[in-house]
């Protein structure tokens, strides 16, 4: 209404646009894997068109489903901040435990050729999982040769060989080690004897 009385209307549309939905779909991994984030955001009338991620350890990406591998292990709080066509965002944040991997560790030594090796592990859980899965690769070829928590094996020849054991826990972390062994060849027992008489002393050589 203007001061001298008069008065006029005006009317404009106005879109209100819906706001997103933010979600993570995540689980808990062990460290050093590359561990794989999920954008289930949602929004009916619209779409999500941007995703920005902060992983809690300086780390970001802008892809939908990123990857990432964590050095260390700890508790990291992760945020996902997802935007519209429509430039309306909506953001949260999700837990990500990373664990630790299990320590792999066993006694074993150095023996002669033809005596059996023994394979004492020592191996221990750090993340709360327990062990439950155990191979011995006991000669480097790549292969699992026993299952067992403990394994022995016998060299019929001397050799040099790297014994492995790769322990699992539980919730799938995992953690190997390497020893290197000796089979030493045998001894050859021999000696030499001449002839001699009756009462005379005899002579043994090694």
């Known amino acids: 209404i203007s001061d001298s009385g008069c008065a006029v209307q005006d009317t404009q549309s106005v879109a209100i646009f819906e706001m997103p939905v933010a979600e993570i779909d995540l689980n808990k991994s062990c460290l050093f894997d590359l561990a794989q984030f999920n954008d289930s955001s949602t929004v009916a009338t619209d779409s999500i068109t941007a995703w ?18 964590f ?3 700890d508790t990291f709080l992760v945020n996902l ?11 949260t944040v999700a837990v990500d435990t990373v664990l ?4 792999a560790q066993f006694f074993t030594a150095n023996i002669c050729q033809k005596d059996t090796l023994q394979l004492l592990n020592q ?10 899965q ?7 070829d790549g292969v699992s040769d026993y299952s067992s928590l403990n394994a022995s094996h016998h060299y019929s020849i001397h050799d040099s060989v790297f014994v492995e054991l790769r322990v699992e826990d539980a919730f799938g972390c995992a953690d190997s080690t390497q020893k290197h062994v000796f089979i030493h ?22």
């Open 134 to 140: 155990f191979a011995w690769d006991i000669d480097n």
């Open 185 to 206: 060849p045998e001894p050859i027992a021999a000696f030499a004897l001449d002839n001699t008489c009756q009462f005379q002393d005899a002579s043994f050589a090694n």
């Open 123 to 132: 191996s221990a859980s750090i993340n709360g999982f327990g062990l439950t």
């Open 71 to 73: 050095n260390t292990s």
């Open 100 to 103: 630790s991997l299990p320590n």
């Open 52 to 69: 920005l991620w902060e992983m809690g350890d300086g780390s970001t990406y802008t892809s939908r489903h990123p990857s990432h591998t």
């Open 81 to 91: 901040k997802v935007t519209t066509s429509n430039g309306c965002s909506d953001s």
